[in-house]
């Protein structure tokens, strides 16, 4: 009875170990029972941990960031995570299903390995990269013209000596420990005369079943550098504020990863603005004028405005036209752009503000209730 209580309990060690894989509820550090709100709310906490803007150049912190996206995708759609449940991370690469019969792995222990046995590495394509955001300034003048510019971004790229293996003559050779399969076995104690067999990843070559002889003068082994990249955007008219262009596969790269996508932030700087704002589709600015111009008319000035083709606009009011401290006049089509249509534009408003002179102030202020 104990012989066979003890035969059960390593049978089922054996086939826990083989089907585990990667353990997604311990990731995210929430029970096996958590509902998706506690789900949702351990994954908004560990993405700004691990975050590759908030830990640059930290492989570790970039491979668990990865890995939590990975469960919560999993742990978030009902059917993976039934699956996941079921077989382990295996069931959701074999489709549902669990990698083989466990009593087959149980076999083939015995028989010092099963024919899967050294297949090593991760089963599929490569996880994607993080996204990179980064800010190009345009002034308003530009957001109205529309212009083409060049910048540049600094980003880690694949080292070009090695080609981004980390070894000096960019060959990968075998590994030593494993012979190239990367995974190996190992035993571990269970009890009185009980021993159990495993396989696991290589710690030679973390699983890559690959090594590098002698790393890159380049790159340090490292398999990439920083270095700046030129990049072109074109900014149509009228694009609005904060418009985000995607370039697609531009993101950072590393030999473990598919590059994500480089996201480019179009802001508004403060420069060349002649004096104006923009409030969606619309312009708006302040346009000073004295009393006697306020109380008598018969003026005419001429101010900047932002459309390269027609740079010039003419304001005015005819004799005995009075304009109040703080009268807005909407000047129509004189706004901007309105952005993928065929020249159609927004209005614009001009606040006036009266300049008073100096003076008595209570003459001052009954003269502007007056107005």
């Given amino acids: 009875m104990i012989k ?26 929430v029970d096996r029972n958590a509902d998706e709100r ?44 039934k699956i996941y449940d079921m077989y382990g991370e295996e069931g959701l690469k074999n489709g549902g299903q669990p990698q083989g019969d466990p009593f087959d792995m149980f076999a083939n222990f015995f028989g010092g390995g099963g024919a899967n046995f050294g297949q090593g590495g991760r089963q599929g394509g490569k996880p994607r990269g993080h996204d990179t955001a980064v800010q190009v300034e345009f002034t308003l003048e530009e957001f109205f013209n529309g212009v083409e510019r060049e910048f540049n971004v600094q980003m880690t790229n694949l080292c070009d000596h090695c080609r981004g293996t980390g070894s000096e003559d960019g060959e990968m050779h075998t590994c030593n420990r494993c012979k190239g399969r990367g995974r190996i076995l190992k035993k571990r104690k269970l009890g009185p005369g009980m021993i159990q067999q495993f396989e696991t990843h290589c710690d030679g070559c973390g699983g890559t079943g690959q090594q590098i002889q002698k790393k890159c003068h380049s790159c340090g082994g490292q398999t990439t550098v920083k270095k700046d990249r030129t990049y072109s955007s074109h900014l149509s008219p009228g694009t609005p504020r904060e418009f985000v262009e995607t370039l697609s596969g531009e993101g950072d790269q590393n030999p473990k990863w598919v590059p994500g996508d480089l996201r480019v932030i179009f802001k508004e700087s ?14 708006y600015r302040n346009e000073i004028i004295s009393l006697n111009e306020s109380l008598s008319g018969n ?28 009268e807005v006049e909407i000047i129509k089509n004189k706004g901007m752009p309105i952005h993928g249509s065929n020249d159609e534009f927004g209005d614009l408003f001009i606040e006036y503000k009266v300049i008073y002179p100096a003076g008595n102030p209570s003459a001052i202020k009954k003269l502007r209730d007056e107005l």
């Fill in 38 to 81: 506690t789900i949702k709310t351990a994954y908004r906490q560990l993405t700004k941990k691990y975050h590759p803007d908030k830990n640059p150049e930290n492989e570790e912190a970039h491979n668990k960031f990865l890995q939590i996206g990975e469960a919560y995708e999993v742990l978030t759609d009902s059917e993976k995570r």
């Fill in 299 to 326: 003026w005419e000035r001429v101010i900047p405005h932002l459309d390269s083709y027609d740079n010039t606009l003419k304001i005015s009011r005819e004799k005995g036209k009075i304009v109040l401290d703080g």
């Fill in 4 to 29: 066979s209580l003890s035969f059960l309990i390593l049978v089922i060690s054996i086939i826990s170990s083989a089907l585990a894989g990667a353990d997604y509820y311990q990731i995210l550090g």
């Fill in 270 to 283: 403060d420069n060349s603005n002649f004096g104006y704002r923009r409030i969606g589709n619309n312009l």
